[in-house]
């Protein structure tokens, strides 16, 4: 492939990550509209954010193992168009419960996309230092959803209403496969356990029910699930989790920290949208507009992050990253009730946090992953990120309906503290000798 296509290529991946990303952070100031509109409580829109990330994370296992098996070119594809044409049908979703089924459908489509994405990169970039540097432009391209959505969200619910969050997806879907050529490899064919998918799914489902309704019988049936996902992962000739990947030293560390990165992050957008908007009457695009500070730096930030990944791995930007995230969550404990700047500040940290953990995590585990395995490391990777997001939206979601917002910060500081810590105590096995 030639470095105009590779270059074309690398932005039609990146697209369509966007894509997925935007489709999160949009929504997030559409959910005042959208329950004004359809009605429901805060639980209910929990769901409708926690509907697109349970399925998400369920099936990035199964999006990566689908990319290896078939290859990562026709699962992508395949994964950008069904989310193209979900995203039109959610646009006329006529109530809450169709939307949400909707959302769940939409997770399984970028469940699709983004490991397979990753896969691609993988391949166009074979060299480690050129590949880190590809992916930190992947994630700084991918970040500017983060800084886009928020505003774009804001401005389409003003001018139009909630439905417009979605009609936006429809041409980026369209632009992400335009761009995006090449020639599929041969694929992997190994095989696929659609029963550990389910399992995944449904325990990802009865957690999300037990946290955000304080359901002590659904908690009983996500441990019983996931005993039943265990058993049948031993058991399995083709694990949703290949046993060569977790042997790898510290991966399980790299993966506590990616799920604790979005715990804060999504929940910190849920709250802080909530807090905005319910507690200090904000419009949708002051709404966008005062997320600045937390989602700029994932915009450009990303790019200086594969630089020190490069030279240094990437254990010190996830230890850098995790300490900000800390900083942050515990700024907005403390300035809940602040003046408006003060709470900037703790987004900010937030911001930059995210942006100098999030790369440094996909670099280290993609590249430590044996050969054929890319797409299945990144699925795995991202799995645990979204198991993170769910569960902090219904987390930090449950305590702020209680009204207090400052404590659900005060969780979120908590879990980043522990991946800090893990990290920190962690040795730099995925330095660069090893990429």
Not at 363 to 369: C, E, H, K, P, R
Request: contains cysteine.
């Amino acid at each position: 492939m030639t470095t105009t296509a590779t270059r074309g290529s690398l932005l039609g991946v990146s697209l369509a990550y966007f894509l997925v990303l935007l489709d999160t952070t949009v929504l997030t100031v559409a959910l005042p509209g959208i329950r004004a509109d359809l009605g429901g409580s805060v639980a209910g829109q929990q769901w409708v954010v926690n509907g697109y990330t349970v399925s998400f994370a369920a099936f990035l296992l199964g999006g990566g193992a689908l990319a290896d098996r078939f290859g990562p070119l026709r699962v992508f594809r395949w994964g950008v168009a069904s989310f193209g044409v979900l995203s039109l049908v959610s646009a006329f979703a006529p109530n809450l419960t169709v939307l949400v089924v909707l959302r769940v459908l939409l997770g399984v489509a970028g469940a699709a996309c983004l490991p397979s994405s990753l896969a691609l990169i993988s391949r166009m970039h074979p060299d480690p230092a050129a590949r880190a540097k590809a992916l930190g432009a992947w994630a700084a391209i991918t970040g500017v959803a983060l800084a886009a959505g928020p505003i774009a969200g804001g401005l389409l619910v003003d001018l139009a209403d909630w439905r417009a969050v979605f009609f936006v997806n429809v041409p980026l879907a369209a632009l992400g496969l335009a761009l995006t050529r090449g020639r599929e490899t041969a694929p992997a064919r190994r095989g696929f356990d659609v029963r550990s998918q389910l399992a995944a799914c449904v325990f990802l489902g009865l957690l999300t029910e037990a946290i955000v309704d304080a359901q002590p019988v659904a908690a009983v049936l996500a441990l019983l699930v996931l005993a039943l996902f265990v058993h049948r992962e031993r058991r399995s000739a083709a694990p949703s989790v290949p046993s060569v990947l977790v042997r790898s030293r510290g991966v399980a560390v790299n993966l506590f920290a990616g799920a604790a990165v979005n715990f804060v992050l999504s929940g910190a957008l849920f709250a802080v949208t909530l807090l905005l908007q319910d507690e200090r009457h904000l419009t949708p695009v002051q709404t966008g507009l005062a997320f600045l500070p937390l989602t700029l730096p994932t915009a450009f930030n990303p790019l200086l992050t594969s630089r020190i990944v490069a030279a240094r791995g990437p254990r010190l930007p996830v230890v850098a990253g995790l300490t900000l995230l800390t900083a942050g969550a515990a700024v907005l404990a403390a300035t809940v009730h602040a003046p408006y700047p003060l709470l900037a500040c703790g987004l900010l940290l937030l911001g930059f946090g995210v942006s100098l953990a999030l790369p440094a995590l996909v670099t280290g585990v993609v590249t430590a992953a044996p050969d054929g395995y890319a797409g299945t490391a990144g699925g795995l990777l991202n799995a645990v990120r979204q198991v993170g997001a769910t569960v902090g939206v219904a987390a930090m979601g449950a305590v702020v309906a209680t009204g207090a917002f400052g404590w659900a910060f005060v969780l979120a500081a908590a879990v980043a503290a522990s991946g800090q810590l893990l990290s920190f105590c962690q040795r730099n096995s995925n330095s660069r000798a090893h990429l």
